[in-house]
């Protein structure tokens, strides 16, 4: 499992792994935009990022994804939480009855939000 995550994380920012194919990553955009995350923010690319991660490595911990898009970018892995947390928030600003009708309550918690988000993309 290091392995590929190490090979993962060699990848240039964006979507190259090959184990998310192309209409996998578009759709992944579309779904983010939809849901009122702005394509312009950081956080919606980690965000895209550990989406595909997670479906490329099943059982990878919200942290180590962390850890790991931190290393890609060369940032720290709080300031990854924190451009996503800060994506989800903005998101929910923009488009309130959609994570009420998803989420079920107001604000997601960053797990909670990425868990639900997977699931709606499997």
Not at 27 to 50: A, P, R
Not at 85 to 103: C, D, F, H, M, W
Request: hydrophobic share 35%.
């Amino acid at each position: 499992m290091i392995k590929r995550i190490r090979e993962y994380v060699k990848d240039e920012p964006g979507l190259k792994n090959e184990n998310i194919s192309n209409h996998k990553a578009v759709e992944i955009d579309e779904m983010l935009s939809s849901i009122g995350i702005q394509k312009n923010s950081k956080g919606f690319v980690y965000l895209k990022d550990i989406i595909n991660l997670y479906l490329a490595l099943h059982n990878i911990t919200l942290n180590n994804a962390y850890k790991n898009i931190a290393c890609k970018y060369k940032s720290n892995w709080r300031t990854i939480e924190k451009a996503i947390r800060r994506a989800i928030i903005s998101g929910y600003n923009n488009q309130t009855t959609v994570y009420k009708e998803l989420y079920g309550r107001n604000i997601p918690s960053t797990l909670d939000f990425i868990d639900i988000f997977i699931d709606k993309c499997r």
